[in-house]
């Protein structure tokens, strides 16, 4: 099994800035890649921002220029940076990654359960 540990989220006032962090741990062989999702009340949920192991990023429109997604491969971990945060980015974040556990299985994406960021003054 693979489990992904989201933290770092919080309350913040508009204009300021968040972390979150994510961390994949258990039978991992292999991660393909690794991204942030988020889901606002009564919304779909929607990509943010994900990295491939190479360090391919790609980014929503909504957030490009404000957040940036890094990872560290050798600790199957992932971050994002979130400047100059809007009311609109009000949602829970979701860490994600398509992980393999051998080298013979297929990729299967796994989630974290979510941090809570509240934007708001």
């Known amino acids: 099994q693979v489990q992904l540990v989201e933290s770092g989220g919080g309350l913040v006032q508009p204009g300021e800035s968040l972390r979150l962090s994510c961390a994949a741990s258990g039978s991992i062989y292999s991660i393909n890649n690794m991204g942030w999702y988020r889901q606002a009340p009564g919304k779909q949920r929607e990509l943010v921002a994900d990295?491939?192991?190479?360090?391919?990023?790609n980014y929503a429109d909504s957030i490009k220029g404000r957040f940036a997604i890094s990872s560290d491969n050798a600790k199957n971990t992932v971050s994002l940076q979130m400047n100059s945060l809007k009311p609109e980015d009000t949602a829970v974040y979701f860490c994600n990654a398509d992980v393999r556990t051998a080298y013979y299985t297929a990729l299967r994406t796994y989630w974290g359960q979510g941090t809570q960021v509240t934007v708001s003054s």
């Open positions: 990295v491939t192991a190479g360090g391919r990023t």
